[in-house]
């Protein structure tokens, strides 16, 4: 697990959560920070940035092969799925990108150079399932 990161995972029974990131190293990060927060959660990790499915969160990084992504996911997804939870994870969020996946419904607009924004918005969202689920 993921040093600094909280081992009390939710009751999460058939949680599903969708990782798009076309970057193997941060994408293999996230995944097991997800699976250690989230064990019995259902997760599909994509190379592409491709929405299709039934997802509860999406957590998606804004670069694909150089273009820019989140913006146009984060749409996507409100417009689709308006319950998902979404997080979108960049290593290069301009102030006015950030503002637009925050007005865009974003639960959290986090900086991959800084791994404790990412913990702490997982953390919520498994505190807000939790609190949901009673």
Partial sequence: MPRGFPSNPVNNHQFRILL??????ARAYHEALLR????????????EPVVEGQWDLIVFDDDFAG??????????????????????ISGQFTEIARKALESLGCDAVCDKADPKQFQAAIERIASSRAAQRG
Wanted: proline letters at 8%; aromatic letters at 2%; charged letters at 30%.
């Fill in 67 to 88: 273009q820019k992504r989140a913006c146009r996911i984060a749409i996507q997804v409100a417009h689709e799925l308006p319950q998902c939870k979404r997080v979108a």
């Fill in 36 to 47: 250690s927060r989230f064990p019995s959660a259902i997760l599909q990790a994509r190379l």
């Fill in 20 to 25: 798009l990131d076309d970057d193997p190293d």
